[in-house]
């Protein structure tokens, strides 16, 4: 499964999610080892929902966030870990992302690891970036069903201190409407231009992403 193309229903109980406490994450046996690297100090993390990625790649594991022991700041909500590997996911997506920034840039990737086939997930992932510094997180996923984000659509509201970086998807006709770029949210944004920080690049890079299927 991929994020280009997510359709999922379902219903959710925001007390629940809001409340969610996130404990600390034992890696499975089948989720290889962080390169070993240092968060530039000053960093500002960006929260990433993925499906998953191969974090090994060099130029993706010089760009994650990190804490003072140099240990990942992420987390994979179907494995109730912090390792969120998986290495058919989104790994072009995060290395597009690093790739957007200058070397210098201040910031950093911090990957939530999400199910979008689980109603509670994405909200869950929101949930996570909410109890960290990060408060841009950028959202992949689309689909042309506004119903199927109707749980999404609460868990913004409700997070409505985080910024939410959509796909822009430049490639669909005028008028043509896709979700969650116009589920009509005030802080849902697919215009890098229009936010003035260092997340802006990124913000840039997955507003131009086209959402027609190869």
């Known amino acids: 499964m991929t994020s280009r193309n997510i359709l999922w229903r379902g219903s959710w109980c ?33 929260a990433v929902l993925t499906v998953g990625f191969d974090y090994t790649r060099p130029e993706i594991a010089a760009r994650l966030a990190r804490d003072g022991e140099g240990e990942i700041i992420a987390w994979d909500i179907p494995g109730d870990d912090r390792y969120p590997y998986d290495a058919a996911g989104d790994t072009d997506l995060m290395a597009g992302l690093a790739g957007a920034l200058a070397a210098t840039a201040p910031v950093s990737l911090l990957p939530v690891r999400v199910d979008p086939a689980d109603p509670a997930s994405l909200a869950k992932g929101l949930a996570f970036a909410s109890r960290t510094p990060a408060r841009v997180v950028i959202v992949p996923m689309w689909s042309s069903d506004k119903v199927a984000w109707e749980t999404f ?16 998807c430049p490639d669909l006709a005028p008028g043509e409407a896709v979700y969650p770029r116009d589920l009509g949210l005030p802080n849902i944004t697919a215009d890098g231009n229009a936010v003035l920080d260092p997340a802006s690049p990124m913000i840039s890079y997955v507003a131009a992403l086209p959402c027609r299927l190869p």
């Open 14 to 46: 925001l007390g629940a999610v809001a409340g969610v406490l996130i404990p600390i994450g034992i890696a499975r046996a089948a989720d290889p080892k962080v390169p070993p690297a240092s968060d530039v100090a000053g960093r500002t993390p960006v």
């Open 153 to 168: 659509t609460r868990a913004v509201a409700y997070f409505s201190d985080l910024r939410i970086a959509v796909r822009g």
